[in-house]
């Protein structure tokens, strides 16, 4: 069974540090690898997609990795802002085309 | 573009009572699911479509029902709700494939006394 963990669980770092956080996952049998923001009480909203030929996505300030065979992603996130906190969740999709998620990074960037 | 639509985004129940929670997607894609998030749990399937006519049971399905007549709509049933279905639903599509990206709804607030 496809377990995803997230680490840290939490983390708190002054505006402007450039931060990684980190995801695991057991089953390297996979599609692709997601990243997703969530904001308190809101819907998840979508960051990455890494197919599980790549190596790395990049968007804006944002550049996640994938390394399949250790079962192992990093989000890295540039130039940190207040408005990057939230939650982010790493997901994966597995052959039997059903989604796993991870617990979830808190994050919050303090002015 | 509406993407995926969740409807009510906040409903209140008295135990035993049904109700049903729509889920409407209009970009054609073929793999729908329904998950719910708890404080500490994190979000867990509950109940997944490849395809019209076709669902499966996710990972906590007991006390819901699903069915997929469109491709379009994906409704969830509290068949008796119980104050354990208290959470936040959500509703999400992907192509079907493999590759495709997972997009939610933006959630719909259940409260179950």
């Known amino acids: 069974k496809q377990e995803v963990t997230q680490i840290p669980a939490a983390l708190s770092v002054p505006e402007g540090e450039n931060l990684v956080l980190n995801c695991s996952f057991t089953?390297?049998?996979?599609?692709?690898l997601q990243w997703f923001r969530q904001d308190p009480g809101k819907g998840l909203t979508s960051l990455l997609l890494?197919?599980?030929?790549?190596r790395e996505q990049t968007s804006g300030r944002l550049n996640a990795s994938l390394d399949k065979s250790s079962g192992r992603s990093t989000l890295y996130i540039a130039a940190s802002q207040p408005g990057d906190s939230a939650t982010y969740l790493c997901?994966?999709?597995?052959?039997?085309?059903?989604?796993?998620f991870g617990p979830g990074t808190r994050l919050s960037v303090l002015p | 573009n509406a993407g995926v639509t969740q409807t009510p985004k906040f409903q209140v129940l008295k135990t035993g009572q049904s109700m049903t929670l729509q889920c409407a997607q209009d970009?054609?894609?073929?793999?729908m699911s329904w998950y719910r998030q708890d404080p500490g749990m994190g979000l867990r399937l509950i109940h997944y479509?490849?395809?019209?006519?076709?669902?499966d049971q996710g990972e906590v399905p007991n006390g819901y029902n699903v069915s997929r007549s469109t491709t379009e709509d994906f409704p969830l049933r509290l068949l008796s709700a119980a104050p354990s279905q208290t959470s936040v639903y959500f509703c999400?599509?992907?192509?079907?494939?493999?590759?495709?990206?997972?997009?939610f709804g933006e959630g719909s607030r259940l409260t179950v006394l």
């Open positions: 999400a599509s992907s192509p079907s494939g493999g590759t495709g990206e997972l997009f």
């Open positions: 089953d390297s049998a996979i599609y692709n």
């Open positions: 890494i197919q599980s030929s790549q």
């Open positions: 997901a994966v999709r597995n052959y039997g085309q059903n989604f796993v």
């Open positions: 970009m054609n894609h073929e793999y």
């Open positions: 479509s490849v395809g019209a006519g076709i669902t």
